[in-house]
C-alpha cells in the first residue's frame, strides 16, 4: 500500500489501543513511539497530541455499563423516566484538576452521559469546596436522622419555614426519593440553624439525590455547599436580604442585556421585580432534569454566574418563541414558567448553555459590587426579612404624579430602567423650569446632595430627551479645574419622537475596557483617582458600593468615562465626538450630537430651545 497506507493502518491501530487503554502514561509512550517514526507528518503529530491532551484527562475511555449505573443510583430514581440520563456512553472517570479543562468540558458536558461518572465529578468538585471548620457529614446524618424524623412518615414531613412554601420538585425521583427530600431537608435544617430565607434548597436537594448513592452522601454534598466560607464563592443564598438583593441584581442584567425582553416585561406586568424574582425557579424547579443538570455540571465549576447567564438566555429565547409560535394565557409570569417547564419543545440543553456562555456578562467583581449595592440599599430601607411585594415595588402614583414633560405611563417606562435598587423609590420633583426658573445656579443648589438624579427635557419642538446621572452633583466642584466624574451607571435616552435608552459603551462593547485595573501610585492623579480618594474618606456607610466605577477598568480612551460634568457655564453629559447634552448656564439653549460614551446618535434636534427642564430625585417610599 505505500507510506502513506501503511501510516493510515498505524494510525486506526494506535485509535484502537487509546480507547482500549486506561492509562494516559501508556498513550504517552505509545505517542513518542510514533513520533520516532520518520513517516509520521507533521499533521498526524497533531492529532495524536490531541488523543494525549484527551487521555490525560480521562482515565477511562470504556463506556460504563447501564447495570453499574443503575445498581448504584436507583434507590431513589424512577430509572424508566431517566431518558437520556441512562446512557453510559461518555467515560467513566475523570482525572483533570486543571479549572480551564473543566470548565472546557463542563459546557461542552463532557460527564452528561455518564451517569456513574457525572456523580463521581460532583462529590469531587464539592468535596473541593472551602468550609467551616466544622461542616456535618454523612456520619452526622447516620447519627441524627433516625433521631429527628423518629416513626413519622417521609411523605409527610413538613418541610421548614425558610423553603417559603416551595414544594419538592419530583424530576425523576421515585415515591421513596421525593420522601428522602423532605427527609434531608429537615435534618439540613437542624444543622444550620442560621439559615433564614433558602427556597431553593428542596431543589438543590432532589437534584443531587439523583446522583447520589443514599441519603448521607447527598446530605453531605448538600451541606458542603451551604457551609462555603470563601468570601468570593457564592454557592447558595440562606437570607432574604441576599436572596432579594439576588432577584433586583438580575432585574439589573436583564435590563442591560436583555433591553427587548425588559421592555416586554415593563408593558406586559405591573410589577416587574415579581417576575424576575422567579428566576432561580426557572433554574431549579422548572428545567428538566436533563438540563437543570447541565446547569449544574458549569455551576460546580464556575460558580453563581453561571446562574445569571443561563437565567438571561432562557429570557432570550422565551421572548424568540414567544414572537412565533408560543400561546400565552395573558400572565406573563405563568407564560414563562410554561416555557421553561416545556423548553425542550424548543431548544436543546447545549444550546442553551451556548446562548447563554455567549452573553458578554460583567465580571465577577462588578456583580459582586451590584449585589453588595442591591443589598445596601435594602438594609437601609430595613428590607432584611420578607415582606409584602408593594413595599419593596415602585408604581408610579398617576393620581399624584405631576410633571410638564411626561405622563405617569412614560416616566414609569424610565423608571424601570433605572438600577432596581433605586426603583424601590418614588420620583420627587427636585427642579422645574416651571417653578424655579432659568438659572442653573438655582438648578445645582436643588439637586446638591441628590444622588441619583434624573434629568428630563422638552424642546420647543416637543421632543423628550434625559439622562440618568448616577452621582451627586456636588462632587463637580471636588477639583480646581472642569472634570468627568459619575459611573457607568450613567445613561441617556430620548422618549419622542421614539423612545430608546444608550447605555454605557462599555457595557455592549466590554473589549473596551478590562476589569480589573491594577492601581499605579507612580501615575500623576487625575480626576477619577480623586474621586476615588474623597469616596474612600467619607463614612462607608453613606455610600453604596462603586458599581460601574471607571477606577475597575483599563480604560482605552477617556472619552469612555465622560458621564457628567457642571461648571457655572454649562451642563455636559457624555463626550467624545460630542457631548450627548449640552445645556446653557440659563437653560434656555442646548446641543446635542454623536456620544462616545453612550455611542449614542442626537437625541433631539442637534440644536434646541428648551420648553421645560426638570430634575428628579429619588424618594423613599418606605421610610417617607
Known sequence: MGAEGDLTRANMELAAVVMQRVCGHELENLIHSQHSDSRVHMEHKEQLQALRTTSCQLTSCHPCTPTMAESEYTRFVDWEKMGELTHSSGPSQLSCTDLRDLKQFARQGLWSQNHGMRSQVYQQLIR????????????????????????????????????????????????????????????????????????????????????????????????????????????????????????????????????????LVVASSQDVLDVYSDWLRWIFGDLPLPYAARVLDVFFVEGYKVLYRVALAILKFFRKVRAHQFETSGDLKQDIHSFVQGIGNFVTSQKLLEKAFAIRLFSRKEIRLLQMANEKSLQQKGITVKQKRQNVHLAVDADNFHSDIVSSKEMRNIWSWVPERFALCQPQLLFTTSEHGCSLTRFYAQCQGNEPTLLLIKTTEGEVCGAYLSTDWAERTAGNKLSFFGTGECFVFRLKPEMERYEWVVIKHPELASAPAAPDSSQTADRLTTNSTSESQDDPSNRLSPFLATRHFNLSSKTASMFMAGSLDFILVGGGDGNALYIDADLNYGRTARCTTFDSPPLCSETFQIAVLEAWGFQDAINS
Open 128 to 263: 473541593d469546596v472551602p468550609c467551616r471548620t466544622v461542616t456535618p457529614d454523612a456520619d452526622v446524618y447516620r447519627d441524627i436522622a433516625d433521631r429527628i424524623v423518629r416513626r413519622r412518615s417521609t411523605c409527610s414531613l413538613a418541610l421548614p419555614d425558610f423553603v417559603d412554601g416551595s414544594q419538592v420538585p419530583t424530576y425523576c425521583l421515585n415515591g421513596d426519593g421525593t420522601g428522602s427530600v423532605r427527609k434531608i431537608t429537615v435534618c439540613i435544617a437542624n444543622q444550620f440553624p442560621d439559615i433564614s430565607y433558602c427556597p431553593v434548597l428542596p431543589s438543590i436537594v432532589a437534584l443531587l439525590l439523583h446522583f447520589s448513592k443514599d441519603e448521607a452522601e447527598c446530605f453531605e454534598m448538600v451541606c458542603r455547599l451551604l457551609a462555603c466560607n470563601d468570601p468570593g464563592r457564592r454557592l447558595l443564598d440562606q437570607t432574604f436580604l441576599a436572596y432579594e438583593s439576588s432577584n433586583m441584581t438580575f432585574g439589573d442584567l436583564v435590563s442591560k442585556y436583555c433591553p427587548r425582553v425588559h421592555k
